[in-house]
Nanobody, 122 residues
């Protein structure tokens, strides 16, 4: 199995910055993509940003120009730098990885972290 552990959430004022970090561990064979999703109260979970092996990066339109995702393949870590935060960015942020476990290399599975709360408020 693959485990994802997130850190870095918290309370910040509008215009402020936060940095989220996610590390993957466990019986990892390979990771195809890592990224971040978020879910606000009463809303569906949505993609924030993801980075695919090979370097392709996708951002939600709402965060383009404010958030930056980066990945350290050697450490199986993904970072989300969030700048100029807005109240509408308030949500639980979940780390996601598409990965193959050494226990079953034939299956590409979707793994999720436990979530970290980001609150943007004055």
């Amino acid at each position: 199995q693959v485990q994802l552990v997130e850190s870095g959430g918290g309370l910040v004022q509008p215009g402020g910055s936060l940095r989220l970090s996610c590390s993957a561990s466990g019986s990892i064979f390979s990771i195809a993509a890592m990224g971040w999703y978020r879910q606000a109260p009463g809303k569906q979970r949505e993609l924030v940003a993801r980075i695919i092996s090979g370097g392709t990066i996708n951002y939600a339109d709402s965060v383009t120009g404010r958030f930056t995702i980066s990945r350290d393949n050697a450490k199986n870590t993904v970072i989300l730098q969030m700048n100029n935060l807005k109240p509408e960015d308030t949500a639980v942020y979940y780390c996601n990885a598409g990965a193959r476990s050494r226990d079953d290399v034939s299956q590409m599975r979707n793994y999720w972290g436990q979530g970290t709360q980001v609150t943007v408020s004055s």
